[in-house]
């Protein structure tokens, strides 16, 4: 893993001295009110740390797409309350991100005060990654944290930009993510698992086409593993099945012969000839067996198992996507029997396990273990990103 500075590489005292951290507020909202505050919470420890050394925190953050341009609707003031309400500490709203506003704010905020600036999308810099705009933000600070690595793969002023023009360091959320990563595909403890599910092939396709040669076990679930079953001679009726990569499904299982990783696909399945919960049509039955009128929604038992002894016999495993439709009963059953599998041999300490992804968050709370994990990113396109093995720029200028 490249070398980066952390808080830890910081002053005691930081006195007199202004910090730009970059953190996550993009939080879901209703009715003006914040539903999910996790993002906050995440970047809590490092706003914390640093307002104790004395610093003045300017806080940057977007907050959903304005597109370069002022919306009333997307002002980061709108998630004020939620910052002040998980610090515990009054925040200063500052309606831009430079100039002579921020300035006068400044002399405002006391050593320990905490400023969030409006929403950094709302100048057309931002995404550009404007070498100008990053230079106006930056004249503000002394010291730079990147604390939202949700927003590392992409290469804007505030996440890539700033980095290059102050001293630059990861925040205690963006480290302990840039640690897990590293102990689950950078140097991890061999063997590695991957599951891999989700709807479609052609969305992991970089995934899949990465992780064959960086795993022994790769695990495809979800409708993707329909894709490959066709590759394979298997008549998968009328699921959900891209057809037309049935040429790419076979190229990836060559590369994983070549590379010595073993490609597992259902041998049961649960099947139904339609999708809701709990229809009168479902069954389950071998991978051979399945109608022309039934669709495939969920691995059988006899894969489940399967599957948990290959985790048995792994020391670290990598989980992006479900493993059927687990968003409908009884269909959830092979995700949540798997992962809480995974769950207690984390907690046995016999694997090393770390899971991302919207979807994949979901299930893992779905199955009551989402804090029986080694770790979950809740990063989301930062997470697949790095499961696709790309450079994230936010994390590169860190270590530049």
């Excluded at 907050?63 to 609707?73: A, C, I, L, M, V």
């Excluded at 057309?124 to 070498?131: C, R």
């Excluded at 079953?229 to 049935?246: F, I, M, P, Q, W």
Aim: glycine share 10%; charged share 20%.
């Amino acid at each position: 893993m490249p070398a980066f500075k952390t808080l830890d590489d910081l002053p005691a005292d930081l006195s007199g001295k202004v910090a730009l951290v970059r953190v996550d507020l993009n939080l879901p909202m209703k009715d003006g009110s914040a539903t999910d505050v996790t993002r906050v919470e995440a970047a809590k420890p490092t706003i914390l740390e640093l307002t104790d050394k004395g610093a003045k925190v300017l806080l940057l953050a977007h907050f959903g797409r304005p597109k370069g341009q002022r919306s009333s609707t997307l002002s980061t003031s709108f998630v004020q309350d939620a910052v002040e309400d998980v610090l515990g500490k009054e925040v200063m709203f500052i309606s831009e991100v430079s100039g002579p506003v921020v300035e006068q704010s400044l002399g405002i905020l006391r050593n320990g005060d905490i400023g969030l600036l409006d929403n950094v999308r709302f100048w057309p810099g931002e995404e550009a990654n404007d070498p100008d705009f990053a230079r106006a933000m930056a004249e503000h600070g002394d010291l730079y944290v990147n604390d939202a690595f949700s927003a590392a793969h992409r290469a804007h002023a505030s996440t890539e930009g700033l980095a290059h023009l102050l001293p630059a360091y990861a925040g205690r959320a963006m480290e302990a993510e840039l640690k897990a990563l590293d102990a689950a595909l950078g140097s991890p403890e061999q063997p590695v698992a991957a599951v891999v599910g989700g709807a479609k092939v052609s969305t992991k396709l970089d995934v899949l086409e990465n992780l064959v040669g960086r795993v022994r076990h790769l695990i495809i679930g979800g409708g993707m593993a329909n894709t490959f079953l066709a590759a394979r001679g298997v008549d998968v009726g009328k699921s959900l099945c891209e057809h037309d990569l049935t040429a790419t499904a076979n190229r990836i299982m060559d590369e994983a012969d070549h590379a010595g990783c073993t490609v597992h696909l259902p041998y049961d399945v649960v099947v139904a000839k339609e999708f809701a919960a709990n229809p009168p049509s479902m069954r389950t039955c071998n991978v051979h067996e399945v109608a022309e009128d039934e669709m495939i929604l969920d691995l059988g038992p006899q894969a489940v198992e399967a599957l948990g002894d290959v985790l048995k016999t792994c020391r670290t495993l990598v989980w992006n996507g479900p493993l059927g439709a687990f968003e409908t009963e009884p269909f959830d059953t092979a995700t949540v029997a798997l992962a809480k599998t995974a769950a207690a041999l984390t907690e046995s300490g016999s694997l090393i396990s770390v899971a991302g992804g919207g979807d994949t968050v979901a299930a893992l709370a779905h199955a009551g273990v989402k804090d029986d994990f080694t770790f979950v990113s809740t990063a989301g396109g930062a997470f697949l990103e790095w499961m696709e093995g790309k450079d994230l720029p936010g994390v590169a200028a860190l270590s530049a």
